[in-house]
């Protein structure tokens, strides 16, 4: 039997990250292969480490601070993140926690595949080896649905350490059109599209771990990534067209003060009953555009880049609506499904 170990984000407090994560070991496992994500979490000295090795932007150490800062000044943000660790302990296997990258092999030394993905692991704005599994010695390495997020090339010091941590890969599939393009110019190999984990599952399987509705009557859910005084006008509008009283998933110090009602301290599978509860969902999250489009719930993405803009991670959302004009939910399941089934299971 196939030992796998999955590395993907999983302590950015993000639910998208979460479930997409949970929908991957899911599948992996119902196709009969041991699995595990490995759980890593770089300390201080290995996040300083790669700032320096990857040459990523100081701004990044800013972005962090900002986000600790709502954590601790909002009790439901707390709440949040402390609902993710429960979250993986209710529905997933991890590994031992690994801070590093000498951890990260000594946790996968009994796997005999390794698998990155999703999410925007290959993001050059944040680039780091482990999420390349460099850590690997003798394993197969396979990518699924890796997201570079950007549609410019990175610097040319950044697209060299990418062609030379993937030249050992033995399968590779990106999530966006724009990221398989990208890929080929700096790597020369081919790589497939694949459909987000979150895609792998059927509407009937997130109904199974969604919590029930935080609201019996229709109501106007709002969960935004990004700060943007456009989003709250917006809302406003709609709330005005319609009557319905606005709920908010709080995720910026800004959010935590808007809409009627705010849902703090949420979990992941709350979040899953609150999208599919609404009668309306407003967001700028390429997960929560997802999740809106699963349960057929109306859902409008208010775009929080510009398009123009050479770090915009736009591109995961129209890659999204590409796909959905040629091919239904069901394809996209069957596809990844196969496709996992034949590179991760199937070949030796």
Same mark, same amino acid.
């Given at each position: 039997?196939?030992?796998?170990?999955?590395?993907?984000?999983?302590?950015?407090?993000?639910?998208?990250?979460?479930?997409?994560?949970?929908?991957?070991?899911?599948?992996?496992?119902?196709?009969?292969?041991?699995?595990?994500?490995?759980?890593?979490?770089?300390?201080?000295?290995?996040?300083?480490?790669?700032?320096?090795?990857?040459?990523?932007?100081?701004?990044?150490?800013?972005?962090?601070?900002?986000?600790?800062?709502?954590?601790?000044?909002?009790?439901?943000?707390?709440?949040?993140?402390? #609902?993710?660790?429960?979250?993986?302990?209710?529905?997933?296997?991890?590994?031992?926690?690994?801070?590093?990258?000498?951890?990260?092999?000594?946790?996968?030394?009994?796997?005999?595949?390794?698998?990155?993905? #999703?999410?925007?692991?290959?993001?050059?704005?944040?680039?780091?080896?482990?999420?390349?599994?460099?850590?690997?010695?003798?394993?197969?390495?396979?990518?699924?649905?890796?997201?570079?997020?950007? #549609?410019?090339?990175?610097?040319?010091?950044?697209?060299?350490?990418?062609?030379?941590?993937?030249?050992?890969?033995?399968?590779?599939?990106?999530?966006?059109?724009?990221?398989?393009?990208?890929?080929?110019?700096?790597?020369?190999?081919?790589?497939?599209?694949?459909?987000?984990?979150?895609?792998?599952?059927?509407?009937?399987?997130?109904?199974?771990?969604?919590?029930?509705?935080?609201?019996?009557?229709?109501?106007?859910?709002?969960?935004?990534?990004?700060?943007?005084?456009?989003?709250?006008?917006?809302?406003?509008?709609?709330?005005?067209?319609?009557?319905?009283?606005?709920?908010?998933?709080?995720?910026?110090?800004?959010?935590?003060?808007?809409?009627?009602?705010?849902?703090?301290?949420?979990?992941?599978?709350?979040?899953?009953?609150?999208?599919?509860?609404?009668?309306?969902?407003?967001?700028?999250?390429?997960?929560?555009?997802?999740?809106?489009?699963?349960?057929?719930?109306?859902?409008?993405?208010?775009?929080?880049?510009?398009?123009?803009?050479?770090?915009?991670?736009?591109?995961?959302?129209?890659?999204?609506?590409?796909?959905?004009?040629?091919?239904?939910?069901?394809?996209?399941?069957?596809?990844?499904?196969?496709?996992?089934?034949?590179?991760?299971?199937?070949?030796?």
């Amino acid at each position: 039997m196939e030992k796998v170990g999955i590395i993907t984000f999983l302590h950015n407090d993000n639910y998208g990250s979460s479930l997409q994560a949970y929908a991957l070991q899911r599948v992996i496992r119902e196709m009969g292969m041991d699995c595990e994500h490995l759980d890593y979490a770089p300390d201080r000295a290995e996040k300083i480490r790669n700032l320096v090795r990857s040459r990523n932007h100081p701004k990044l150490i800013l972005e962090g601070m900002r986000k600790r800062q709502v954590r601790e000044n909002q009790e439901g943000a707390r709440a949040k993140g402390d #609902s993710f660790p429960a979250f993986y302990r209710r529905r997933m296997r991890l590994s031992d926690p690994a801070s590093n990258l000498r951890e990260l092999r000594e946790r996968s030394a009994e796997d005999t595949v390794l698998l990155c993905g #999703s999410d925007q692991i290959w993001n050059p704005v944040w680039l780091n080896p482990a999420y390349f599994l460099t850590f690997g010695l003798e394993q197969r390495k396979v990518a699924y649905a890796a997201s570079l997020g950007v #549609s410019t090339l990175p610097p040319k010091g950044k697209a060299r350490k990418i062609r030379r941590w993937t030249a050992d890969f033995q399968a590779i599939s990106v999530r966006e059109e724009e990221g398989a393009r990208l890929f080929q110019q700096m790597t020369g190999r081919q790589a497939e599209v694949m459909p987000d984990p979150v895609c792998l599952l059927s509407r009937a399987e997130w109904e199974e771990i969604a919590e029930s509705s935080p609201l019996a009557e229709p109501y106007l859910l709002c969960y935004f990534i990004g700060e943007n005084p456009a989003y709250w006008e917006r809302v406003q509008q709609l709330k005005a067209e319609t009557g319905w009283k606005t709920l908010v998933l709080p995720v910026t110090a800004e959010s935590f003060s808007q809409g009627d009602q705010v849902l703090e301290g949420m979990g992941p599978e709350g979040f899953l009953g609150a999208v599919r509860g609404a009668a309306c969902f407003c967001t700028d999250s390429f997960h929560g555009f997802v999740f809106g489009t699963i349960f057929g719930v109306r859902t409008e993405v208010l775009r929080r880049y510009r398009d123009g803009d050479p770090e915009s991670k736009n591109s995961r959302i129209d890659q999204f609506q590409r796909m959905m004009k040629i091919m239904s939910l069901d394809e996209m399941r069957e596809r990844g499904r196969r496709w996992l089934k034949g590179e991760v299971g199937g070949r030796k």
